[in-house]
């Protein structure tokens, strides 16, 4: 069958700087049913069995199928009126809708439909925005006084004005709880918080702070600083134990009924959304009455419950997955309608992480230059979606669509003459930017409509990865400290051995590279072993260092300024490996790179300055190479249109399907009823 793709891409992209901000539902697991081209049956909704064709010869998919009407959910709602949204884990606090109470699950649609940020994110311009804020902040000369005007219109759904009482007493309510998490952060920056009038808000900082908005507001999946009712906090006794059951909410909808087992949430469209946050924003009212976040299950609950549409929405699938539900029902697609059908600006490249503060030979480049030589990436790709996906061999910067513009190009010459001393005499030039056009060709042959043009595939595959040279691998592992005896390697007199760990059952991207590294560190020669961690021990052990190497994701690059992104890599941050990481887990100790971290801190993000102190922080990221990247974020994100469309896709970019961030409640803005 001839497969064709889409050449429109994504023109800009979404990232973050954190390891949970672009975490979401990614399964390693096996399809459950065949894939192949060919009729399938599909049994609808209403019971009837109708015959589905996957894809005519030239690859056009089948068209879509009417809505069937009459519907009604198994919660009680007419399904033409139901937004059905997945997510990606059940809830073990079911009720509890307070994000400063610890445990509360807020990407189970509580900060997608009804938490109120000071700063929203256009995903597609790369910019921030207002929202209860209104613009942006104002900021004294030395950055230590910013006025924050509140916008005005949006009320809680109780009927009560949001006012910039609500924000001061938030970040003073966080500032005096010792319970709520960020409290030490945010007593470290602010020395007060005061609202000076209805819609004035007055912030000092501690310290020159020029990045409020960045900090404080959305950047990517959410943000900490969710503003709450000061009328129903302020009465409470403890915050940080207060459920919250019955949330009185300033976003566009409002908690109707929850399952007490934690495995669903049906929300409600307010009434008066036009005085909700998106409401104030867009003067757009929301389509769907009600949205209704389910946990589906295993993958093949999953699969069915999208090819019976009986949900819109799924978070995250496998390539293979995905392609089998499309063959079974032509309502579903992805951000492609065809092949590579996955969006690969998602802002978290998968990669190989060190822990660093376990010392030799993590904490040496020439060990970690040698691990990056010593694998093949077009193979590793190749094992991981079949090829589908943007290389972003950097550490720390992800390679998604404005970052290629604003960094990885720009670099390009620097890059191709950036040499390794091999610590024999020789050096190699480590960088090969021939990758999209060996991948374009190694697709072309398996028949897929890859494009010819250069400009194409390096949107589609990147512009390079690292080279493979497995001599050039042996001499910097040997530099290292590594000797090579009889076909084993050994380091201080011991066999060395490595372990590389990934998180089992989600983020198929990151365990399915973790697998394709170990796949060729062992052909290399090294003894290295691999295991899966449950998500609590995997998040656990990327904060303590308490791994080897592991399929980690600790980069983003959202805007030309990259402070929010690399803040994190501050050498004064580091505490003792097996402690709380206050920074970055890998532990990466570079006085270089923490000089320009302290620079940036001080100066506009909008000046030159910026932009020339971030590009010399990326070489000497590059240098060192903490963390090793494959791919920035791949999301195969399927979409259901039988009863719902204009969801954002490669023809409509208005946003990047990212259902779970909090820009979510402005997608559902634009979501029309297919009846």
Not at 258 to 277: A, C, N, Q
Not at 346 to 358: Q, T, V
Not at 401 to 413: G, H, R, T, V
Request: glycine share 10%.
């Amino acid at each position: 069958m001839k497969k064709k793709i889409l050449s429109v891409l994504l023109a800009a992209a979404m990232v973050s700087g954190t390891i949970a901000g672009c975490g979401n539902s990614g399964s390693t697991g096996t399809t459950g049913t065949d894939s192949g081209s060919g009729a399938e049956e599909t049994t609808t909704d209403s019971g009837s069995t109708e015959t589905a064709d996957s894809t005519s010869d030239e690859g056009e998919k089948e068209e879509a199928k009417p809505a069937a009407s009459g519907q009604m959910t198994e919660v009680g709602t007419p399904r033409e009126e139901t937004l059905i949204v997945e997510t990606q884990t059940p809830t073990d606090v079911p009720g509890q809708f307070n994000t400063y109470m610890q445990g509360t699950q807020a990407g189970f649609g509580i900060h997608q439909l009804m938490s109120a940020m000071l700063w929203e994110m256009d995903t597609v311009k790369g910019e921030q925005y207002g929202e209860v804020a209104d613009g942006m902040p104002e900021q004294n000369e030395d950055y230590t006084e910013h006025t924050v005007h509140i916008r005005q219109g949006i009320n809680w759904s109780d009927g009560e004005p949001l006012t910039a009482k609500d924000v001061a007493f938030t970040f003073n309510m966080i500032m005096n709880n010792d319970a709520i998490g960020a409290s030490t952060y945010y007593n470290s920056v602010f020395e007060s918080v005061e609202a000076t009038d209805d819609y004035t808000v007055v912030l000092k900082t501690k310290e020159p702070f020029p990045r409020l908005a960045q900090k404080f507001g959305v950047t990517i999946w959410g943000n900490d600083m969710r503003v709450v009712p000061e009328h129903i906090y302020s009465q409470v006794e403890d915050v940080s134990t207060f459920k919250d059951e019955n949330p009185v909410v300033a976003g566009p909808y409002t908690v109707k009924s929850y399952d007490p087992l934690g495995k669903w949430i049906l929300y409600e469209r307010r009434e008066d959304w036009d005085h909700s946050t998106t409401g104030v924003v867009t003067g757009k009212e929301p389509a769907a009455k009600y949205v209704w976040f389910r946990y589906l299950g295993d993958d093949t609950t999953r699969q069915m419950a999208m090819v019976n549409n009986e949900v819109d929405i799924l978070c995250e699938v496998t390539p293979e997955i995905l392609t089998s539900m499309i063959a079974q029902n032509p309502n579903i697609a992805a951000w492609y309608d065809q092949f590579p059908y996955a969006t690969s600006d998602d802002p978290c490249s998968k990669g190989l992480a060190f822990s660093m503060g376990k010392g030799a030979p993590y904490d040496n480049k020439d060990f970690r230059w040698g691990i990056a030589l010593a694998m093949n990436f077009d193979e590793i790709s190749t094992n991981i979606f079949d090829g589908i996906g943007r290389a972003s061999a950097w550490p720390i910067l992800t390679g998604t669509s404005a970052m290629m513009d604003l960094y990885y190009k720009p670099m390009e010459d620097w890059l191709e003459s950036f040499e390794l001393d091999l610590g024999d005499g020789t050096t190699v030039k480590p960088w090969d930017p021939d990758y999209a056009e060996r991948m374009g060709e190694n697709l072309r042959n398996q028949g897929y409509d890859i494009p010819t043009d250069h400009d194409q595939l390096i949107d589609m595959f990147g512009t390079g990865c690292w080279r493979y040279d497995p001599e050039a691998a042996t001499k910097l592992l040997q530099k290292a400290g590594l000797e090579l005896k009889d076909g084993k390697w050994y380091f201080g007199g011991e066999e060395f051995v490595c372990n590389l760990t990934y998180i089992a059952d989600t983020e198929a991207q990151a365990g399915r590279g973790t697998q394709a590294a170990y796949d060729q560190l062992k052909k290399f020669g090294l003894n290295v072993t691999i295991a899966s961690e449950s998500s609590a021990t995997w998040d656990a052990n990327g904060s303590t260092g308490n791994y080897d190497i592991a399929g980690y994701w600790p980069t983003g690059g959202i805007t030309r300024d990259l402070y929010t992104v690399i803040q994190g890599y501050d050498a004064d941050l580091i505490v003792p490996t097996g402690e709380n990481a206050k920074g970055q887990g890998c532990r990466w100790n570079n006085k270089e790179a923490t000089d320009i971290i302290h620079k940036l801190a001080q100066i506009s993000p909008d000046s030159d300055e910026s932009y020339e102190l971030c590009t010399e922080f990326m070489k000497i990221a590059i240098e060192d190479l903490p963390f090793i990247g494959f791919h920035s974020g791949i999301k195969f994100v399927p979409t259901n249109s039988t009863y719902w469309t204009n969801y954002p896709s490669s023809q409509n970019p208005y946003n990047g399907p990212w259902w779970w961030w909090s820009c979510f409640k402005y997608i559902v803005n634009e979501l029309q009823p297919v009846a």
